[in-house]
């Protein structure tokens, strides 16, 4: 059964644990069923590609790999700091808002 993740793809977050501890960036991609997530320019690791077809090149790539979601939170641009998502209920619907200063994220 596929977990509720507390970030979206297109969230800002911050590392909160681990070697990028610290760093801010945007998700990429959201997989829920593995609680994981690609954040854009972190957790960077190197691939060894071996070359495909005749004239292309092999070497090794620099590649974000995927980081668990429980090692990131969402980042509030007003606040300046990584904030837990509170939801408010208005006329288009439920809004995620910081917890600490109420501004929609």
Sequence with gaps: M??????????????ISGDDKGQTGKVLVVSPKEGKIIVEGLN????????R????R???VEAEAPMY???VQVYC???????????KVTDDGKVRVCSKCGKTL
Excluded: W
Excluded at 44 to 51: A, E, F, G, Q
Excluded at 53 to 56: L, T
Excluded at 77 to 87: G, Q
């Design 2 to 15: 596929a977990k509720k993740l507390h970030v979206k793809a297109g969230d800002t977050v911050m590392v």
């Design 44 to 51: 960077k690791v190197k691939k060894h590609v071996k070359p």
């Design 53 to 56: 077809k005749a004239g292309e």
């Design 58 to 60: 092999g070497g090794i």
């Design 69 to 71: 979601a429980c090692k």
């Design 77 to 87: 641009s007003s606040c300046k700091k990584p904030v837990r998502v509170a939801h």
